[in-house]
């Protein structure tokens, strides 16, 4: 009833603003138009833009509180963010589409992890302390974008100059892990310097610097130092440091722009085993002890940009960036009587190398109807991971894989309202056989600030380090990779239709009803393959053996009046996949989701005081599983996320503060269910969404001359 109630008022909403006329053409406004850069030949405005961008803006970040990305993904519309309490990764997901079909870039940079290049990202590591905004194209943008790029891209524009001479911040935020706080040793720590300074009209430089301490979420556990052996040793979620540092230096004069871009993450992750073991030696007598670990996470992140133009004419943007995440496992003993750690060992466990370039040619033309650009992108990935064979046999690989892509895209404004962008990009693969990518995009503008966009698009997917190389064989538990794996494929198709009302000078309605449907074919999957002749063991490996189709409905609604600002947006998905493996095969049925999200802002102008909602449910969602004789369907139970803040300016914005609480709803786990048919049980499971109810107090202070 619920569901019905709700895509009602939101179709009502979408029909009240289509129907509705300026009140008068002569109050009228011109809006200031958002700019994006997002797969565009040069910035510009929203309106302009062929791709449906939606954009998080600075204000949003700083509603939220936001350190990093996971941060503000989870509250946005089609988008589901898994956090994981016992690896301490974030990942995103996007149509049900994991993080392995959704790229992920820093100014038009796709950022590496240790396992690849742009996909699979940690959102957690992503810090936020120097963004302008955030921009996310949904569908497929294999043509500007390359592999990967299935679901859609975000792409994180950094700041790179100041209305200031000087601008100098410091930021300190405290935050409870549920209940659990204190200054040093419980709850989330956060400290940031910015400093940013405008040399002269051409100079410009930043530097920043963050540190955010999370110590772990204990629940029922008892912590570090626990001696019992009863499983209660350790956190429910790990603890977690990280250093971020990011320098910037740019330039500009005239038609020509160049900047540098440094960022450096380290990251701890501590593992405390849940099982205490018992010793006994003549110097220490009877002792406890217990086998930790720590996960030591580093990434250096350089990238040098340079646009401008070419004899006069010419636009061009060039990137060259050198990228590293490395990732070390420190094994130890730790005694819990001395609290002193021995044995220490360190061994290098996954990483990789990334030299990367792209860049892009256009205003071939003088014609202003007519626009061309040819691009190129160049990939080098040096992976290694530790792969465990048979009789735990530890061995290292190191692998090479390189693409080398050339696309080319033209604008065709055929008139002022109709535009049409087609483009094709090809890819030569030093692994996989060339792979393809095309794209057709439409838009036109109607009348009274309505506003159409369409496109179709194909676009590839490469397997990843893990899918291809890594191995797992351990009493009696086989799981491989496979280096004849081919490239997935996908179609999609999309389309959008907006209306913006400007009733008044102080209210305003913008609608959006979009559509979309993607295909993918040759979909990687861990399955089973064969049943070992000598032990009978399942054996498992990746192989391109699913299928996958999606579609997707949804509406966005804003309303702005005075000093207030509403978002209601709400999507339908269904997802249907063809599942296999050596003895049977799922159905193909679709199954649907459905998600809402909402926000609401409001600003006192006198007192500066921000007041900020925000609301996102996400509805149940199914999927098939390995039962016992076939495939069954597994539910996951529906969930809501509530975040409030205020947020108030004193002394001329020099001071800021922002208190407010995540997950208000107390969201900790939701269940899942048979997900153990296949070994004889029927009991749900539980998967761990969050830690529940937390309060934060964020203070900036802002010196600026």
């Known amino acids: 009833m619920r569901l019905k109630i709700t895509i009602i008022f939101s179709l009502l909403s979408i029909y009240l603003g289509f129907s509705q006329e300026k009140a008068n053409d002569s109050i009228a406004i011109k809006k200031i138009q958002e700019v994006v850069v997002t797969g565009q030949f040069s910035p510009q405005s929203i309106k302009k833009s062929v791709f449906n961008v939606r954009l998080i803006s600075a204000k949003d970040i700083q509603n939220l509180a936001a350190n990093n990305l996971s941060d503000v993904l989870s509250q946005y519309l089609n988008i589901s963010v898994r956090p994981s309490g016992t690896t301490g990764r974030s990942t995103v997901s996007l149509f049900g589409l994991d993080a392995q079909y959704f790229k992920i870039l820093m100014d038009g940079v796709p950022l590496v992890n240790e396992t690849g290049l742009g996909n699979n990202i940690d959102l957690s590591q992503i810090n936020l302390n120097d963004i302008e905004q955030i921009e996310i194209v949904e569908g497929s943008m294999g043509v500007t974008h390359g592999a990967n790029a299935v679901s859609g891209i975000l792409n994180i524009v950094t700041k790179k100059s100041s209305q200031y001479k000087w601008n100098i911040s410091l930021i300190a935020q405290e935050e409870t892990v549920k209940k659990e706080f204190s200054f040093f040793e419980k709850g989330r720590h956060i400290q940031t310097l910015k400093i940013a300074h405008t040399v002269n009209d051409n100079w410009f430089i930043s530097l920043g610097a963050t540190r955010n301490d999370f110590r772990g979420f204990l629940d029922t556990k008892k912590g570090k130092n626990y001696s019992e052996n009863d499983q209660n040793r350790g956190y429910r979620w790990l603890p977690k440091e990280q250093l ?14 160049i900047f540098y871009k440094f960022e450096y993450l380290d990251e701890t992750v501590d593992y405390y085993n849940s099982t205490v073991q018992s010793g006994y030696n003549t110097q220490l007598g009877s002792y406890r002890y217990s086998n930790d670990k720590r996960y030591l996470t580093n990434r250096y992140f350089h990238n040098l940009n340079s646009a401008g133009k070419l004899f006069s004419k010419l636009n061009y943007n ?22 002193t750690e021995r044995n220490n060992l360190t061994t290098k466990d996954q990483s990789m190398e990334v030299l990367y370039s792209t860049g892009t040619l256009s205003n071939f033309f003088q014609n202003q109807k007519v626009d061309l650009q040819l691009g190129y992108e160049f990939v080098n990935n040096k992976g290694f991971s530790l792969i465990q064979e048979a009789n735990n046999s530890i061995v290292a690989i190191h692998k090479v894989l390189e693409n080398y892509d ?7 404004k055929a008139t002022e309202k109709f535009s049409i962008r087609p483009g094709i990009r090809v890819s030569a693969q030093s692994k996989f056989k060339n792979q393809q990518a095309s794209s057709l995009g439409v838009r036109y503008l109607f009348n009274k600030e309505t506003e159409f966009r369409g496109s179709y698009g194909t676009s590839f997917r490469t397997p990843t380090f893990q899918e291809l190389y890594s191995k797992q064989i351990f009493d009696g538990h086989f799981f491989a990779g496979n280096e004849n794996l081919i490239p997935e494929t996908s179609t999609s198709y999309e389309m959008s239709l907006k209306k913006t009302s400007i009733l008044s000078s102080e209210l305003q309605i913008s609608n959006t009803f979009s559509g979309s449907f993607l295909n993918i074919k040759d979909r990687i999957d861990m399955a089973l393959v064969r049943f070992n002749p000598d032990t009978g063991n399942p054996e498992y490996e990746y192989i391109n053996v699913s299928k996958y189709r999606m579609w997707n409905v949804s509406t966005t609604n804003q309303l702005k009046k005075e000093n207030w600002s509403f978002n209601l947006g709400s999507s339908v998905i269904g997802v249907s996949q063809k599942l296999e493996n050596q003895i049977f095969t799922s159905n193909e049925k679709y199954l649907y989701a459905f998600n809402l999200n909402s926000s609401v802002s409001y600003t006192l102008p006198k007192l500066t005081t921000t007041f900020s909602i925000y609301y996102k449910f996400n509805g149940k969602t199914q999927q098939f599983v390995e039962g016992t004789s076939e495939y ?21 914005n020099k001071l800021e503060t922002t208190i407010g609480a995540r997950n208000l709803l107390n969201v900790t786990n939701v269940n899942q269910t048979k997900t153990n048919e296949g070994a004889g049980h029927s009991a749900a499971s539980q998967i761990m969404l969050a830690y529940g109810r937390s309060y934060f107090l964020k203070i900036t202070y802002n010196l600026n001359f």
Do not use: M, P
């Open 318 to 339: 060039i990137s060259l960036s050198h990228q590293k995440q490395e990732r070390n496992i420190e094994d130890f003993s730790y005694y819990l009587q001395t609290k």
């Open 632 to 652: 069954i369907i597994s539910t996951i139970d529906s969930s809501h996320w509530l975040d409030f803040s205020i947020r108030k300016t004193f002394f001329k």
């Open 406 to 412: 050339f696309f080319i895209s033209s604008e065709i």
């Open 244 to 257: 971020n540092g990011n320098a910037l230096i740019s330039y500009k004069k005239n038609n020509f722009n």
